[in-house]
Every structure is written in structure tokens, then in C-alpha cells.
């Protein structure tokens, strides 16, 4: 057994796309129609078979509350893998991108939190 995909919520399928794609460095996989939403999903560039992230609308009414807890608290709604957290915090802060937490060491692991602009915050994490 394997994860196959993976949701974040988001308040904005296309201004998610653009952050997930042009800031995160995401690519889109998959993109169907359905009705007022889409099923849509990204990957990463490094394994474009793998685990899909899809960027799922936040409309239910119990997401809003608990996307607001979640950013409330510190709490990421998800973490993503990189080589080098210093590096990529610096990158994306060059973008513009907000961080909650810049790069911390948190025994074998280096993380950073950031805000991805759909109502979430993400974890970056580097295994040292």
C-alpha cells in the first residue's frame, strides 16, 4: 500500500494553482471539470508519478472552521520534503512568500512554515 493522493483545502482552485505551480514549483497533473469546482491535483516536477496533491475547494462547512483552528494554532495542514531548507526559504521569501516560522532545527529534522495563500500553512522539512 502507498499514499496515492493527498488534499490540501484551498479557498481559490486557480489562485492555488498559480501558488502551488509558480511560486511552490508544483506541476498541474490532472484537471477535470466538475461543475462549479475541478478535480485538480499537482506533483512534483522529481516524481511526476507520484503522490498527487489536490488543491480541493474549501466549501464544505466544516473546512473553513477547521482551516482557521489549524493557522490559529501554528498548525500546517501538510509538510513537503526538500533538500535544503535554508535555501528554499530564501528562494521563496525572494518570491514573496510569507513564513510563520523561518528555518528552525527540530532534532534530526530543519523546518520552516508558510503561509500558501489559500488559507493553509505549509511545512517545508529537510532530514539532516
Not at 2 to 30: E, W
Not at 45 to 66: Q, R
Not at 67 to 76: H, Y
Not at 84 to 104: K, S
Given at each position: 500500500?502507498?499514499?496515492h ?64 483552528a ?15 531548507v ?21 532534532g534530526?529534522?530543519i523546518?520552516?512554515?508558510l ?14
Amino acid at each position: 500500500m502507498k499514499i496515492h493522493l493527498s488534499s490540501v483545502f484551498v479557498d481559490d482552485q486557480d489562485k492555488a494553482l498559480r501558488f502551488y505551480t509558480d511560486v511552490l514549483g508544483f506541476v498541474k497533473k490532472t484537471e477535470v471539470p466538475l461543475g462549479e469546482y475541478r478535480w485538480l491535483t499537482v506533483v512534483s516536477p522529481e516524481d511526476p508519478n507520484g503522490t498527487e496533491l489536490v488543491l480541493e475547494p474549501d466549501g464544505h462547512p466544516a473546512v473553513k472552521p477547521y482551516k482557521a483552528a489549524l493557522v490559529a494554532d501554528g498548525i500546517p495542514a501538510t509538510s513537503f520534503a526538500v533538500q535544503d531548507v535554508h535555501a528554499e526559504f530564501n528562494r521563496l521569501r525572494g518570491l514573496g512568500v510569507q513564513f510563520t516560522q523561518e528555518p528552525l532545527e527540530l532534532g534530526p529534522v530543519i523546518t520552516a512554515v508558510l503561509d500558501d495563500t489559500c488559507g493553509n500553512l505549509i511545512q517545508i522539512a529537510q532530514y539532516k
